[in-house]
């Protein structure tokens, strides 16, 4: 079965970095779109940034300049690297993957994210 797991939460100063990554498996297909979802306590779950199978990306905002979201199609494993963090970035990410072949979402668990003032 397709598997999402995520990794390289932690909890950090603020303006340090992290990088998380996502790896895929179970999967032969390439995902259309991968991407980082955040969710904090109370709060709706949004879209932070994601990646196409081409490349384009799309950011949310507060993130620009500050996050990269990249990926390795060959191994359907996406990556988001954080810098300059801020407390407000405190959030559980979630990683998100679509297949247009399959009209399938899949989630990952979550990692935490915590980021101290």
């Known amino acids: 079965q397709v598997q999402l797991v995520e990794s390289g939460g932690d909890l950090v100063q603020a303006g340090g970095s992290l990088r998380l990554s996502c790896a895929a498996s179970?999967?032969?297909?390439?995902?259309?779109?991968m991407g980082w979802y955040r969710q904090a306590p109370g709060k709706q779950r949004e879209l932070v940034a994601d990646i196409s199978g081409g490349g384009r990306t799309n950011y949310a905002d507060s993130v620009k300049g500050r996050f990269t979201i990249s990926r390795d199609n060959a191994e359907n494993t996406v990556y988001l690297q954080m810098n300059s963090l801020k407390p407000e970035d405190t959030a559980v990410y979630y990683c998100?993957?679509?297949?247009?072949?399959?009209?399938?979402?899949?989630w990952g668990q979550g990692t935490q994210v915590t980021v101290s003032s």
């Open positions: 179970g999967i032969i297909f390439r995902f259309n779109v």
């Open positions: 998100h993957a679509h297949s247009m072949v399959y009209g399938a979402d899949y």
